[in-house]
């Protein structure tokens, strides 16, 4: 499938990949992407629950990746639902760590990396900023 999509006053050619495998790839200009959309979803959904996912991963702000990627950080602004994980707990790559809520739009925030969580500084019902630290790595 292939979508369009626009950052700022960029606009950049996605193809997405199968969207019943997981994690579903993606392709902007070259560059290859991972992405873990909300298993609720139906296929049908599947593309357009993953084109935030790749937005932010175009603008150098994947949710999951943060800061030199020790850092989790907020996709988009909203609530956190639920915090599925504690402070010093190990986590594997994809693993859920938290949820959100963004326009009327619920997703899971998942781990880009396995380690050991050192700081978690959201808990369930608060209001995060696009790019806010959500969690931090211990390295």
Known sequence: MKVTVKIDNRVFEVEIGDLRERPIRAVVDGDEF????????????????AVPFIAEALAGEQSTTGERGRTVTAPIPGVILEVRVKEGQSVSLGQELCWIEAMKMKSPIRAHRSGTLQRIHVSAGDHVNHNQILMEFTD
Not at 36 to 48: D, F, K, N, R, Y
């Open 34 to 49: 991972e992405v873990w959309p909300e298993e609720s979803h139906s296929e049908e959904h599947l593309g357009e629950a």
